[in-house]
């Protein structure tokens, strides 16, 4: 049941991101306005903090197995590292929103 609530409540943050840079990107009359920089700003901290959250997530399970895979065996090591490793692309995708908002 937490898997799930935490399943939903990662979903539920980068819907609302969505919405929310849609919504700021869809008021051209508000460009000068301070709402919509407020929704762009809002949206752009909701993406990297989902990201962010999401590559914990992972790695917090994915970090455990790749070290008793890599004592067992040697020649597992760059798998490990790769499979560590591409969950940080969550948090550079997250980099890239919020410097392109």
């Given amino acids: 049941m937490k898997k799930l609530a935490v399943a939903v409540l990662v979903f539920n943050v980068v819907v609302v991101g969505a919405c929310l840079v849609g919504l700021a990107q869809e008021l051209p ?4 306005d301070a709402l ?10 909701l993406a ?23 004592a067992e065996n040697r020649e597992n090591f760059v798998s490990a590292l790769i499979f560590v490793a591409i969950p940080e692309t969550l948090v550079v995708f997250g980099f890239v929103v919020v410097f392109l908002l």
């Fill in 36 to 45: 919509a920089g407020a929704l762009k700003s809002f949206a752009a901290a």
């Fill in 48 to 70: 990297f903090i989902g990201g962010a959250f999401a590559t914990a997530l992972a790695q917090s399970r994915i970090g455990p197995a790749a070290v008793a895979a890599v």
């Fill in 29 to 32: 009359q508000f460009q000068g």
